[in-house]
């Protein structure tokens, strides 16, 4: 079931998310522009009166999912094409 109203008191359960997508950037670093979007959106969520939440929601994703895609062309770049390197000896 989903809430149909998107207020502040109904995004708690996105810092559970936060809290992931922060390990993350904390442990493997940041993207640019990474710390000045997360840092817009949580001023927003707590100074802004207007309900802006699915917009802040929006943001997050679209983190989430650059994240995503900067650690597939990371290990898409890491991994040789070269099958000769995991061929098995007879």
């Given at each position: 079931?989903?809430?149909?109203?998107?207020?502040?008191?109904?995004?708690?359960?996105?810092?559970?998310?936060?809290?992931?997508?922060?390990?993350?950037?904390?442990?493997?670093?940041?993207?640019?522009?990474?710390?000045?979007?997360?840092?817009?959106?949580?001023a927003?969520?707590?100074?802004?009166?207007?309900?802006?939440?699915?917009?802040?929601?929006?943001?997050?994703?679209?983190?989430?999912?650059?994240?995503?895609?900067?650690?597939?062309?990371?290990d898409?770049?890491?991994?040789?094409?070269?099958?000769?390197?995991?061929?098995?000896?007879?």
């Open positions: 079931m989903v809430s149909p109203h998107i207020l502040f008191y109904d995004l708690c359960i996105l810092s559970i998310a936060v809290a992931f997508l922060v390990r993350d950037r904390m442990s493997l670093g940041f993207l640019p522009g990474e710390r000045t979007v997360t840092l817009i959106c949580i927003a969520l707590f100074l802004v009166q207007v309900p802006i939440d699915p917009v802040v929601c929006a943001a997050l994703f679209f983190l989430a999912a650059r994240r995503i895609a900067a650690h597939r062309r990371f898409q770049a890491v991994v040789p094409n070269d099958s000769k390197c995991f061929k098995m000896k007879r």
